[in-house]
């Protein structure tokens, strides 16, 4: 973050002056110390602090009981946050298809760790004539340095070629079920073919196989893991207060989704949507069609949302219910609520430069994402 001097003569300071000064140079380049500033914002006085910084493109995060984070690289790397600064690697990651958008992408800690000590991720996996994604899962060993006995639980079918769209979150449901967003991969209509498992929100057990109850079990022509589909491009998933799944979609040129996720529902894409191809054309049929749901908000212009989370108001009472987005385009960290939803805040500031993912830590704080930063933010309660 900046650290802004005001001097209201230009002689230089002398005495306290000269110590603070120095107290301030001191905190701002030693490593590992975390300078901190205020915001007044919609919840009253809110502390930002950076965790962590030197991160490489940092996509996903999650929390351990104990307060500690753990945070996904793109190009493959898993970090251990001890919240003090400090970062460590841990081993045992899968090999991923880094390229374009892919890459590890989601990081879940389900709420049995302390029993299970098991970590799931999402990541994008080389596949027979392209890449897809993935969800695997392994123990966190005791020092945290380590994800023991890794594998793989699901991935796509059939595949897909190209760098881009593959989602990719991870939710546990309160069931213990896992909802996972796989975007359409570059193929429009492919979100629409339930053969595949393009563009849809998947839910599956813990060992990956298609959960009981999903509604296209049994169907031969369906992958028996979709829950729904017709989606874009999901790169931020939720549950609300109630325990229901929200998803944020990328739209094209217009048309950034927010969707609460119904059991066998389409969400229409490409048949219907917001927005435009980015060459200016036409999507599909217009904005409605029945049997299609609509979206319960919508960005025009595109902001290009990212993760989100629904905030249960544990340190901010104000914000309780209310959903939180990050813009990648825009560099603003979004608050929607209301009925209607919509947007109501736009929070600012350099902690929020390409806000790749929010998230809930068990202690109520908010932590911010920064792809563009490479680092973690801390927002808390400032008195």
Request: hydrophobic share 35%.
């Amino acid at each position: 973050m900046r650290a802004k001097l005001g001097n209201k003569s230009e002689t230089a300071p002398k005495g306290a002056d000269v110590t603070r000064l120095i107290v301030l140079i001191f905190l701002v380049l030693m490593p590992g110390v975390a300078v901190a500033e205020t915001l007044t914002l919609s919840a009253g006085e809110v502390r930002v602090q950076k965790q962590a910084a030197g991160l490489k493109v940092p996509w996903g995060i999650d929390f351990l009981p104990d307060g500690r984070a753990l945070v996904t690289e793109r190009g493959g790397r898993l970090f251990l946050l001890d919240g003090q600064g400090a970062k460590a690697p841990v081993k045992g990651v899968p090999k991923v298809y880094a390229r374009g958008q892919g890459g590890l992408l989601d990081v879940m800690v389900p709420r049995d760790f302390d029993r299970s000590r098991e970590v799931f991720l999402t990541y994008a996996t080389k596949q027979k004539g392209g890449a897809g994604t993935a969800v695997g899962k392994g123990r966190l060993s005791a020092d945290g340095r380590r994800l023991e006995g890794f594998r793989q639980i699901f991935e796509m079918a059939p595949g897909s070629s190209g760098g881009r769209h593959f989602g990719s979150r991870i939710v546990e449901a309160r069931d213990g079920t896992l909802f996972v967003t796989i975007g359409d991969r570059g193929d429009d209509m492919a979100a629409q073919d339930l053969s595949r498992h393009n563009g849809s929100v998947i839910r599956i057990t813990r060992d990956g196989a298609p959960a009981p109850g999903n509604p296209f079990l049994g169907r031969d022509e369906a992958q028996p893991e979709i829950w729904s589909y017709g989606h874009r491009n999901p790169q931020g998933a939720t549950l609300d207060l109630s325990g229901r799944l929200v998803v944020i979609e990328h739209g094209a040129r217009g048309g950034d989704e927010v969707n609460r996720v119904q059991k066998g529902a389409n969400y229409g894409w490409p048949v219907i949507a917001y927005g435009r191809h980015y060459s200016g054309a036409k999507i599909g049929e217009g904005t409605a069609k029945p049997g299609m749901q609509q979206p319960e908000f919508y960005w025009d212009p595109s902001i290009a949302p990212s993760g989100g989370m629904v905030y249960s108001g544990r340190l901010f009472p104000r914000w309780k219910g209310h959903l939180f987005t990050g813009s990648l385009k825009f560099d603003y960290l979004s608050r929607l609520s209301g009925s209607p939803l919509k947007e109501v805040e736009r929070i600012t500031g350099d902690f929020t430069t390409r806000t790749r993912d929010v998230a809930e830590a068990p202690d109520g704080a908010i932590w911010v994402v920064s792809e563009g930063n490479g680092a973690v933010y801390r927002l808390s309660r400032a008195r």
